[in-house]
């Protein structure tokens, strides 16, 4: 979760240029906005395809359990990413993303900041940045035992939809990921800085 460019090599520098690209394109948009983005897009897509996926993984290991047992084994790693991401999400939508929109709130009514239980925001966000590490990891793990999503010769329709739908999952799930990690959370962090700088200043 970075913006930070100090350290050299291709893959840190293609991760910078396009953390500045985000940047770029949401500048003007208000971290209510981002956050309306994030759910309504990334969360909204993360649900809907953990239930279909589920089901689709059970119509597979039905028909190819016998001649595909890593199915049972990839199917395993998909539930518990699944159960992960069922309560990452709603701890982002229940406790950190009301948070931010209530201190942009108070900063934009130039109202004093009631402040959260949670001391500052970088705590939950720390959290969420480590819950998006160990995705990344179930996500590897995914890719890897499913041959980068490349169905046997000879697979049938509902395996080769299983592995395209979760091709297009880790993918939702690394944008996600990414708008979070470096853009919508450093934004967050810069503003209750300035909040917290501002009722030093007035002494509200
Ligand atoms: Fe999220
Ligand atoms: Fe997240």
Redesign the pocket.
């Known amino acids: 979760m970075s913006l930070d460019s100090s350290k050299s090599g291709p893959e840190t520098k293609t991760a910078h240029e396009s953390a500045v690209r985000l940047s770029e394109t949401w500048s003007c948009q208000t971290l209510a906005n981002l956050m309306n983005h994030v759910v309504e897009s990334h969360h909204v897509f993360c649900r809907r395809e953990v239930a279909r996926l589920g089901l689709l993984f059970m119509e597979v290991i039905k028909k190819h359990e016998n001649t595909h047992p890593e199915l049972k084994r990839l199917q395993a790693l998909f539930f518990k990413l699944s159960n992960e991401l069922s309560s ?2 709603l701890k ?1 939508e229940q406790t950190l993303f009301p948070y931010i929109a209530r201190v942009e709130g108070a900063v934009a009514r130039k109202e004093p900041v009631s402040w959260p239980p949670f001391g500052t925001v970088e705590n939950p966000i720390r959290m ?1 940045v480590l ?2 590490d160990q995705t990344d990891g179930d996500l590897k793990a995914i890719n890897k035992l499913s041959d980068d999503y490349t169905p046997p010769s000879g697979a049938c329709a509902s395996y080769t939809a299983l592995y395209d739908g979760l091709r297009a999952f880790e993918q939702d799930m690394r944008e ?2 990414h708008f ?1 990690n470096d853009l919508l959370f450093p934004r967050a962090i810069a503003m209750e800085e300035e909040a917290c700088v501002r009722r030093k200043q007035t002494g509200a």
């Open positions: 990452h999400l982002e969420m819950e998006h996600h990921i979070e």
